[in-house]
């Protein structure tokens, strides 16, 4: 069955320091692989996406993740983290279902705590 | 442009009662999609909506249905609440039905009491 696992609840990080939220799929075939991140009280809002070719993309707001095969990974990275960066962050798996149609399936999300 | 509209935000029913929430998606888009967030839960996908017609279903109870207009607002509705259905309900609009990206809504919060 598809699946998306974020091992990490919750990670705390100093401001300034680098952030790496993890994020492993289980899919049959070369998914298609987001990160979206969710401030309290808000909707979700896409950090950045791979689909196809290099297999480091770069996102908004300093972010980028690296999609490794070999490792059923798609790990979240920023070099330096700012106190705005407080939020939950999703990992999404987009797969294509037995019906042919196309479906999006959610980790269970890593709240990150930034401190001053 | 503007994005996806969500109407009401906010919302607390009575166990029994039903609902009725609102999504109006960016310009353009007609695809919607619905998701359901509760904590123990994450986020569960509802249904799918494109040209008037649900395409996709995820596992929800027929207690939740929805709809969609001609011009791809759509609505979605819960009969007979019950307090498992509090949560917040987040609406994604795409180009396109299987068009990759999706934007989301701040979502509805509804509180069943």
């Known amino acids: 069955a598809q699946s998306v696992t974020q091992p990490d609840i919750h990670i705390t990080v100093s401001e300034g320091a680098s952030l790496e939220l993890r994020c492993n799929y289980s899919?049959?075939?070369?998914?298609?692989l987001f990160w979206y991140v969710q401030s309290p009280g808000q909707g979700l809002q896409l950090l950045l996406k791979?689909?196809?070719?290099?297999?480091l993309v770069q996102g908004i707001k300093g972010f980028e993740a690296e999609f490794k095969r070999s490792q059923s990974s798609f790990n979240l990275r920023k070099p330096s983290v700012h106190w705005s960066d407080a939020a939950e962050y999703f990992c999404a798996v987009g797969a294509r279902t037995t019906s042919g149609t196309y479906k999006y399936i959610f980790g269970t999300g890593t709240r990150l705590k930034v401190l001053a | 442009k503007a994005g996806v509209t969500q109407t009401p935000r906010y919302l607390i029913k009575t166990r029994g009662q039903q609902v009725t929430l609102s999504c109006s998606p960016i310009?353009?888009?007609?695809?919607v999609s619905w998701y359901q967030q509760t904590p123990g839960q994450g986020l569960q996908f509802l249904f799918e909506y494109f040209s008037e017609t649900q395409r996709n279903k995820g596992n929800f109870p027929g207690r939740f249905s929805g709809r969609q207009f001609s011009n791809s607002r759509s609505e979605m509705n819960v009969s007979t609440l019950e307090l498992g259905d509090s949560a917040l309900y987040l609406c994604?609009?795409?180009?396109?039905?299987?068009?990759?990206?999706?934007?989301f809504g701040p979502g509805t919060r509804l509180t069943v009491t």
């Open positions: 791979y689909f196809s070719g290099d297999t």
């Open positions: 310009s353009g888009h007609r695809s």
């Open positions: 899919y049959g075939a070369t998914p298609y």
């Open positions: 994604a609009s795409s180009l396109v039905p299987d068009y990759y990206e999706q934007y």
